[in-house]
Antibody
Framework: QLQLQESGPGLVKPSETLSLTCTVSGGSISSSSYYWGWIRQPPGKGLEWMGSVYYSGTAFYNPSLKSRVTMSVDTSKNQFSLKLTSVTAADTAVFYC???????????????WGKGTTVTVSS | DIQMTQSPSSLSASVGDRVTITCRASQSISNYLNWYQQKPGKAPKVLMYAASSLQRGVPSRFSGSGSGTDFTLTISSLQPEDFATYYCQQSHSTPYTFGPGTKLQIK
């Protein structure tokens, strides 16, 4: 079945850019039926939707992240990516990549999750 | 943004108990409501979508209901593997938002 795997540095310095990649296996990222996205969870806290991206490159971001976030898709590698600029300690979290399914093309929900990767922002 | 609240924030229950968790949205979201279960150190897992549709592979002891602003997740007979944290999430409009979670603990 479809699996997602996050990869990227576990430690990022303040003010630098956090970059993560999610590799999709067992299915195609180019499926028109799904979006792909990122969710983060600070230590001991709840879940935050960061944004979603379609295989075409169309993306929707959480305004709380303002202009710091960019998501992209590489269909040739079956991967999608997250970049978060100007990070601070408040960005320390477990980052999950997800597949977003659309039931009846209306009801969106995260039906497949990666295992998550911990990113710490510290000098 | 649509704010999601959950009650209770934590709950102690015994195996075999019937448990209900409530989720409330700050404005009407029709039935654009999903439920997730998260165990410590693990990624969340979707249980219900569109308020009352059971995700494939999820046991039928889980059920969801509600529309508008008020929703419930019910576990009809708690099993040992159900002790976890439960989150609701609205998909009515972006930014998608999650409730703060309900931690279900063993009594």
């Amino acid at each position: 079945q479809l699996q997602l795997q996050e990869s990227g540095p576990g430690l990022v310095k303040p003010s630098e850019t956090l970059s993560l990649t999610c590799t999709v296996s067992g299915g195609s990222i180019s499926s028109s039926s799904y979006y792909w996205g990122w969710i983060r969870q600070p230590p001991g806290k709840g879940l935050e939707w960061m944004g979603s991206v379609y295989y075409s490159g169309t993306a929707f971001y959480n305004p709380s992240l303002k202009s710091r976030v960019t998501m992209s898709v590489d269909t040739s590698k079956n991967q999608f990516s997250l970049k978060l600029t100007s990070v601070t300690a408040a960005d320390t979290a477990v980052f999950y990549c997800v597949r977003v399914a659309a039931y009846q093309l209306l009801y969106y929900y995260m039906d497949v999750w990666g295992k998550g990767t911990t990113v710490t922002v510290s000098s | 943004d649509i704010q999601m609240t959950q009650s209770p924030s934590s709950l102690s229950a015994s195996v075999g108990d019937r448990v209900t968790i409530t989720c409330r949205a700050s404005q009407s979201i029709s039935n654009y409501l999903n439920w997730y279960q998260q165990k410590p150190g693990k990624a969340p897992k979707v249980l219900m979508y569109a308020a009352s549709s059971l995700q494939r592979g999820v046991p039928s002891r889980f059920s969801g209901s509600g529309s508008g602003t008020d929703f419930t997740l019910t576990i009809s007979s708690l099993q040992p593997e159900d002790f976890a944290t439960y989150y609701c999430q609205q998909s009515h409009s972006t930014p998608y938002t999650f409730g703060p979670g309900t931690k279900l603990q063993i009594k």
